[in-house]
């Protein structure tokens, strides 16, 4: 199977391992495709409910000649249906998940997953795509982009984040001070260099540990060092090097939450390193 079709059927698998109270929270999960939007959603309705397709939408168009191609794009149509009709589709009740329950838990499952090696999914719309007074269908766009780092990150020769987080590094630029100054009847400025300023270097993500004792074990390792201000080598996921860093900035985002599938602890976070010396 192509890359791509090991990331649908990765998404599949996912998707069908979503429970609720015990049981499948999906009746019907599958791949489908089909030249028009419309004619995936009619085949849908057809399907036993709560039922979700997925759909390769293709890849995006290059901003520029250099640029590689856009990141693919990966469709998930969701449908309920709720014979009481009214707003039962949308909330639920006691026998069948509402669509608003079903679109969390899916973005819960793949927003952010690193699937079929080294792809990553990113939520890029979700919006209605169909509905009447029984059934609604809505659908979520998901980026699929190729992971480019190598390996974890490291500070201190540690892998402060654990080993299952997500990380994303962003290396600041190199800023450098200097005082201009010139003489009368002479052109032009003359420039004394008095060093550089601290280089900012960022990660963020999603720090993923088994359960919320084993995060708080990472969380309160990241506080400490944030604290302790001991200057460190960190190193990149491409093995770049970076001596004399501290860590600033710990900083959590969002709530934490359980991964639907796995159970895992999920925290949402930003760490900001400062290079001392450049």
């Known amino acids: 199977m192509s890359e791509l079709g ?30 028009e939007r419309k004619a995936a959603v009619a085949a849908l309705s057809r399907q036993r409910k709560p039922a979700a397709f997925v759909l ?12 590689v191609p856009a990141a693919a794009t990966v469709t998930i149509l969701l449908a309920v249906e709720n014979l009481r009709g009214g707003a039962a589709a ?22 952010g997953a690193t699937l079929a090696g080294d792809y990553r ?17 809505f659908e979520q766009r998901y980026r699929v982009e190729r992971l480019a780092e190598l390996s974890i990150p490291t500070f201190g020769g540690a892998a402060i984040t654990g080993s299952d ?14 005082v201009k100054f010139g003489f009368p009847g002479i052109d032009g400025v003359y420039r004394h260099h008095a060093g550089t300023r601290g280089r900012t270097i960022r990660w963020q993500g999603q720090l993923v540990a088994e359960d919320d004792a084993a995060l708080n074990e990472v969380e309160g390792e990241l506080e400490r060092l944030a604290v302790a201000q001991v200057p460190a080598t960190m190193v990149d996921a491409w093995g770049r090097s970076y ?36």
């Open 121 to 137: 999914l990113l939520m890029h719309e979700e919006r209605q795509a169909a509905g009447d007074e029984r059934t609604v269908v």
């Open 90 to 111: 949308l909330t639920g009740d006691a026998s069948c998940a509402g669509v608003w329950e079903g679109l969390e838990r899916v973005a819960a499952a793949l927003d």
């Open 243 to 278: 001596p004399e860093c501290v860590l600033d900035v710990f900083e959590r985002q969002g709530a934490r939450r359980r991964h639907p599938v796995t159970g895992a602890a999920v925290q949402g976070f930003e760490l900001t390193f400062t290079q001392l010396r450049v």
């Open 6 to 35: 090991d990331v649908t059927a990765a998404v599949v698998g996912l998707l069908s391992a979503l429970q609720r109270e015990g049981h499948d929270l999906f009746a019907t999960v599958g791949i489908y495709q089909a030249a």
């Open 165 to 178: 987080s997500i990380v994303t590094v962003e290396i600041g630029g190199i800023a450098v001070e200097s």
């Open 56 to 67: 390769y939408d293709g890849r995006g168009s290059r901003t520029h000649q250099d640029t």
